[in-house]
């Protein structure tokens, strides 16, 4: 399918003015020429940015083993306007630049597309316009540029930002294009947290590289239906990641933006790991933990206390041994090596100094306030979010995502909060030999297969706009044995953007729909499932 199927007037006329203006060398004379604010991919007059910054997307080349540099894509950005402290590189790694936005900032980001294939940017966990967004309709083709503008709403956390181009999300992000938003406010400020380098961002990716260090990719239709895996942990984009630390409380804040890979983290001397927050911010109180799941898109936020730790030591995050989420003919498939679900190191932090001028960690940190039945629109009667699995291919209520094909259960209203019941659809397979025993009433038996763990997986379900907060979740018949592997390793507090639905699992989630209408994607973040057709628009109106 190609990218055409999706032009929308608006969007022709952002690509227009897109290459229109690529030829132009100044961002400046990019704002001059503007007249018309109502197209999304223009810069509007009215709009002041306290923070602009002009992204490009690029390939490039990084050295990520020994030998010959690994070629990649990947951002670069250029500060136009606001603090210095806006923007922030990680040195020798394809990873974009760190972004750090204050909340109530207005911020104004050109995105210059020098990629030879279309692209769009979307700002994971941001709350922002459906014309800032990056949904696919925006994509731009090589060379163009897609203005974006918000003001931040967001509270204080750790967002991302990735490409999110019809089909092409998995091997575009795959090919290095990520980065991170940190969002600051004054509340996270008077808790007195670690910062500076006692504050570190670790985003954690799996790749394969070949012979030669060039990015491997695929392997056919099978490996793909589970998403891809590879035999390799990077973090921040580095091979074998280590950190010198002193003996005293830091922060880590930790992404999972691996393609398909999830990860049971854990300290590997058995000592538990306290988290502080999750995918929206800071959690109300501290939760302590055995060990901790991490889906891809999913954001953590650890407190590592390395105080009374002998100087020369060292400590390895690791992903502890678990099961059940995939299914088991999967993992033959999937090849031997680094199995999902096998004990591996993550990095290690060496013990490298004594210091003790460390904060307190806060016994309260926020207050939260959950969502209660009397604020959901419609408490009796969720809208469905029916994971469908089927040979070949991954839909979300049985239907593929399309353009403008919005049903009506995907029509919100403006400013209500909504329950949505995210589940295993295991009634609406409709192709392959799943579907046809659905067809022919032997629904009965495709959910004992299901039941021995034959072909359902987990998910990591996200939605765009407004964070949720977890209501309820439930598992209902499916392995037991292997839940328990992973059952301990939830955080269902705070508020979140992205949630993993494990086989025979049910979630309750309540969302908000407000500030802005339009179209607002839902969809797996398995990106291989995103690239199916996992994946629909919300229409808020
Ligand atoms: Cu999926």
């Not at 990947?74 to 790694?93: C, F």
């Not at 400020?189 to 790749?207: A, F, T």
């Not at 407004?466 to 979740?473: L, N, P, V």
Request: aromatic share 8%; net charge negative; proline share 6%.
């Amino acid at each position: 399918m190609s990218q055409k199927f999706y032009l929308s007037r608006r969007a022709v006329l952002a690509r227009l003015a897109a290459g229109f203006t690529s030829s132009l060398a100044s961002p400046s004379l990019l704002l001059a020429q503007e007249t018309n604010k109502s197209l999304a991919g223009w810069a509007s007059p009215e709009f002041k940015p306290e923070v602009e910054i002009e992204l490009l997307c690029q390939p490039g080349e990084v050295q990520i083993l020994d030998g010959s540099p690994t070629r990649v894509w990947r951002y670069k950005a250029k500060l136009i306007k606001g603090p210095e402290s806006a923007l922030q590189s990680i040195p020798n790694s394809y990873l974009g630049p760190i972004m750090r936005f204050t909340k109530g900032q207005r911020v104004r980001i050109h995105l210059r597309n020098q990629l030879p294939e279309w692209t769009i940017t979307h700002w994971h966990g941001m709350h922002v316009p459906m014309e800032s967004d990056g949904h696919p309709m925006y994509a731009v083709e090589p060379g163009g540029v897609f203005v974006y503008e918000f003001e931040v709403r967001n509270r204080a956390g750790m967002n991302f930002f990735h490409p999110h181009t019809h089909e092409a999300t998995a091997t575009q992000v795959y090919r290095g294009l990520a980065g991170l938003i940190f969002v600051n406010d004054d509340e996270e400020k008077s808790l007195n947290l670690p910062v500076g380098e006692y504050e570190l961002p670790l985003v954690i990716q799996d790749r394969a590289l070949d012979a030669d260090n060039q990015l491997v990719y695929g392997g056919g239709m099978h490996k793909n239906m589970f998403g891809f895996y590879g035999n390799r942990i990077l973090v921040n984009g580095q091979a074998d990641y280590s950190a010198d630390v002193g003996t005293r409380p830091y922060r880590l804040r930790v992404l999972n933006a691996s393609n398909a890979r999830i990860y049971k983290l854990a300290w590997d001397d058995g000592s538990p790991i306290v988290v502080i927050g999750v995918d929206g911010g800071l959690l109300e109180y501290p939760e302590t933990k055995p060990y901790v799941m991490l889906a891809p898109a999913e954001r953590l936020d650890i407190w590592a206390d390395f105080s009374g730790r002998s100087i020369g030591s060292q400590l390895i995050l690791q992903s502890s041994e678990f099961t059940g989420v995939l299914p088991r003919m999967a993992q033959r498939m999937l090849g031997a090596e680094l199995p999902v679900g096998s004990e591996f190191p993550i990095m290690t932090f060496r013990i490298a100094r004594s210091e003790s001028d460390g904060p307190a960690l806060p016994r309260r940190l926020t207050s939260i306030k959950r969502i209660t039945e009397s604020q959901i629109a419609n408490r009796n009667d969720p809208v469905p979010i029916g994971i469908t699995e089927a040979p070949m291919s991954m839909l979300i209520n049985g239907r593929p995502y399309a353009d403008n094909d919005i049903q009506p259960r995907e029509r919100i209203p403006l400013g209500t909060t909504q329950l949505i019941e995210i589940f295993h659809d295991h009634a609406s397979g409709r192709s392959g030999r799943m579907g046809m025993m659905a067809g022919m009433g032997m629904g009965p038996m495709m959910g004992g297969m299901r039941g021995m763990g034959m072909f359902s997986m987990a998910h990591p379900i996200h939605l765009h706009g407004q964070q949720f907060q977890i209501i309820k979740r439930t598992f209902e018949a499916d392995d037991e044995a292997a839940y328990e592997t992973m059952r301990d390793g939830f955080i269902d507090a705070g508020w979140k953007d992205t949630v993993l639905v494990t086989p025979g699992e049910r979630v309750l989630i309540a969302k908000p729909f407000e500030d802005f209408k339009g179209r607002f994607m839902y969809h797996c973040h398995n990106l291989e499932h995103e690239d199916m057709g996992m994946m629909r628009d919300f229409l808020v109106e």
